[in-house]
């Protein structure tokens, strides 16, 4: 079976700091995709990055990135330069073949100004 | 923001009562979720879509159903609301193979 997990329930980070949240992720296929979506408080789901699989290099977008480990099956996401406006929950999900996409529990992130 | 839309975005409705909460999207995607979403935040698959004519359960038993006879409509019904039912909803869309889920902004239902 598919899981993934987020070790982190809460996280904080001062204003204009980095914060690393962490996943990791199990799935037997080897063709498989892994999304960070952020979640503000009272508005939609929106993706923020996401990852191929068979792709080695790490994603990109603008203040976010990401840390693909493949072998280990971890898939952080790193925020650099903090605002308030990313204060959200962050899933990190991964879908695959089986068109199933499997959520994480969610890491809750405040920005300390 | 995504071109998919639910209503209501709040509802509080008694127990016993029938509801049934719209998810509609426009940018043609076949492929249609339904989410509860519980107090931890934590999302759980209830139904989902590949197409028109096409409703499967997702991991997570519920009482509800779903239809899809339109490509950009998936409602959701609850014949008997119940306390249990008290939750927040959310809908997604996807155009399928590897794309991202794109979010409608979620119902939140209190069942007296």
């Known amino acids: 079976a598919q899981t993934v997990t987020q070790s982190q329930p809460e996280m904080s980070v001062q204003e204009a700091e980095t914060v690393t949240l962490s996943c990791t992720y199990d799935t037997s296929e080897s063709d498989y995709y892994l999304f960070w979506y952020k979640q503000p408080p009272s508005r939609q789901m929106i993706l923020v990055i996401r990852?191929?699989?068979?792709?080695?290099q790490n994603a990109t977008e603008n203040r976010f990135s990401v840390n693909f480990q493949k072998a280990a099956k971890s898939f952080s996401l790193k925020i650099s330069d903090s605002q308030l406006g990313d204060a959200a929950m962050y899933f990190c999900a991964c879908l695959t073949s089986y068109d199933k996409v499997i959520f994480g529990p969610g890491t809750s992130l405040s920005v300390i100004p | 923001e995504a071109d998919i839309y639910q209503t209501p975005r709040y509802l509080v409705i008694g127990t016993g009562k029938k509801i049934t909460l719209e998810c509609s999207q426009t940018m043609g995607h076949d492929k249609m979720y339904w989410y509860q979403q519980d107090p931890g935040m934590e999302l759980h698959l209830i139904h989902y879509?590949?197409?028109?004519?096409?409703?499967e359960k997702g991991d997570l038993s519920s009482e509800s159903t779903v239809s899809r006879i339109r490509t950009e409509h998936f409602p959701l019904t609850l014949e008997s609301a119940r306390p249990s039912h008290t939750s927040q909803y959310l809908c997604?869309?996807?155009?399928?193979?590897?794309?991202?889920?794109?979010f409608g902004p979620g119902t939140r239902l209190t069942v007296t």
């Open positions: 990852q191929e699989a068979y792709k080695q």
């Open positions: 997604a869309s996807s155009s399928g193979g590897r794309d991202e889920q794109y």
């Open positions: 879509s590949y197409g028109v004519n096409s409703t």
